[in-house]
Every structure is written in C-alpha cells, then in structure tokens.
C-alpha cells in the first residue's frame, strides 16, 4: 500500500468524500493538500474536479498547482478524476473554450443539445446517473471490477482522444465516449469512483497499490 496519497486542494473537487472512500479502502496517509511540497513527496497523487472547467483551471493556476501537476505526473502513479479527467486534456468546449494542461492528447466536447439515445429518444444533458463503463485495456486498476460494471457519472462533457490506445475504458450515452484513459504511470476516469460504491472502492484501491506500472494488453 502507498504510505501517502495526496488529494490536491485548489477548491474545486469531492475532497471530503474522496479522502473518506480512500480511507475506506487502504491504510495510506491521505493528505488533502495545495501545499506543492507534501504534493511531491507524496507517493501517489490524486486530481480530482468538479464544476466548469474554466475555474478549475484558475484554481490551479493562481495557487501554482499547474507546474507541481506537470512536473509529478512524470513520476509517479497518477490519478485523475471527473473534470481531474478533462483538465489533463488540451482544451475544452466548455465556457465558450478553454485551454486545459495540453499534458494528454485529447479534447473536451459538448454532448449537445440535441442528444439521441439508441430508440432515438431524447436525452438529458447533463449525463447524470449509473452508467456501464466497457473495459478496452488490460489494467491493474480494472483488477476485481467485472467488464461493464455500472459507475456513477456527472457531466455535460466528454473527452475524445487523438489515440484510441490511450483509452481505456469506454461508455455509451448518445454518443460513445472514453470513460476512463490511461497513459505509464496516468490513469484517469469521468466518473467518480469515490460515488460509484463497490467497483469505484475496488479501483481507488487498486490505485492504492499501484506501482505506476501496466501491461497495455486489449481486452479484444
């Protein structure tokens, strides 16, 4: 088990609740922190995000997180959650456009207006609720969770990625989109595992005990 895991703290996220499930899960230290040095020397760092875009990326900003995400994100296990997700992309639709950290090779969209579900029925945006997420890749944080295991998502957009490899698990609501992406030491998920009962639990412990490590083998 990791001996600490740092939350960053830049005013924008389910702290309490992410501390409280990671708590649940190993006996790590779990730090919730702006501060950038407990932030490096923590063993596994977790970004967590929710609201616009646009005021996560100022949070981070102003307190100077943005340098500290860059520079541990090489090293270490690296967790990102909901908007945590987004901000790691290059830009985003929301907010009439925003620049984002640019350190994965994707963009946020807008599911529209106008979403249709499969019987071409109407959907609500934001997706709000339970929803299958499709594992694409082999991972040591899908270890114990079944394929297609339901998780609780928030959200009125979604990341597409350059590469398709770099996803790694999959969900469908009018349009297909990557729930979760994974890159070395990266991984990062739309929905929130702190809310997602058993399968969320079973994969913030997985993080846990991650090394940063991962076979890149596809499921089929």
Not at 139 to 156: C, E, K, M, T
Request: with cysteine.
């Amino acid at each position: 088990m990791a001996e600490t895991i740092a939350i960053i703290d830049y005013g924008m996220g389910n702290l309490k609740s992410a501390s409280k499930a990671f708590e649940k899960v190993c006996d790590a230290k779990v730090l919730v922190t702006a501060d950038p040095d407990v932030i490096r020397r923590a063993d596994r760092v977790v970004l967590p995000g929710v609201g616009a875009i646009r005021d996560c990326m100022h949070g981070i900003q102003r307190l100077g997180i943005d340098q500290v995400v860059r520079e541990v994100i090489t090293q270490k296990p690296f967790l990102g959650i909901c908007i945590g997700m987004q901000m790691l992309m290059r830009h985003s639709e929301e907010n009439d456009g925003c620049d984002a950290l640019g350190i994965l090779a994707g963009d946020v969209k807008y599911f529209g207006d106008d979403l249709l579900g499969e019987r071409l029925e109407k959907l609500k945006v934001p997706h709000m609720g339970w929803n299958q997420v499709h594992q694409a890749i082999e991972h040591p944080l899908w270890n114990g969770i079944p394929q297609d295991a339901r998780f609780y998502f928030v959200h009125s957009y979604y990341v597409h990625m350059d590469d398709e490899k770099l996803v790694a698990g999959r969900c469908v609501y009018g349009n297909e989109f990557a729930a979760a992406v994974a890159r070395d030491n990266i991984f990062a998920v739309q929905f929130h595992p702190e809310k997602s009962q058993h399968a969320g639990l079973a994969l913030l412990g997985n993080f846990a005990r991650w090394d940063g490590t991962v076979p890149a083998k596809k499921v089929h």
